[in-house]
């Protein structure tokens, strides 16, 4: 069985940093693409970032600039860096494997002072 497991995330002050893994298991991360998400509850989600299998990176207006998106093959792991963090940040982080609509279970990001 394919799985995502989020791991990384905790309470940061405003202008912060942070960096949130995706552990991909069950399967070969060189052969998947993966996007980042967010969501506050009882809010819509919102797509954050993408890495694709070919290479091809993209960002959520709201975090361009400030999100970087990487991997390590090697690792299965997907990596996203936050740099400069607002309190609009704040969102539960959820990676995803749109081919199988495969979810993480979600790791809490709190920006505040």
């Known amino acids: 069985q394919v799985q995502l497991l989020e791991v990384g995330g905790g309470l940061v002050q405003p202008g912060g940093s942070l960096t949130l893994s995706c552990v991909a298991s069950?399967?070969?991360?060189?052969?998947?693409?993966i996007e980042w998400y967010r969501q506050v509850p009882g809010k819509q989600r919102e797509w954050v970032a993408k890495?694709?299998?070919?290479?091809?990176?993209g960002y959520a207006d709201s975090v361009n600039g400030r999100f970087t998106i990487s991997r390590d093959n090697a690792r299965n792991t997907v990596f996203l860096q936050m740099n400069n963090l607002k309190p609009e940040d704040t969102a539960i982080y959820y990676c995803?494997?749109?081919?199988?609509?495969?979810w993480g279970q979600g790791t809490q990001v709190t920006v505040s002072s």
């Open positions: 890495s694709t299998v070919s290479g091809t990176i």
């Open positions: 995803y494997r749109r081919t199988l609509n495969l």
């Open positions: 069950g399967g070969d991360l060189a052969a998947m693409s």
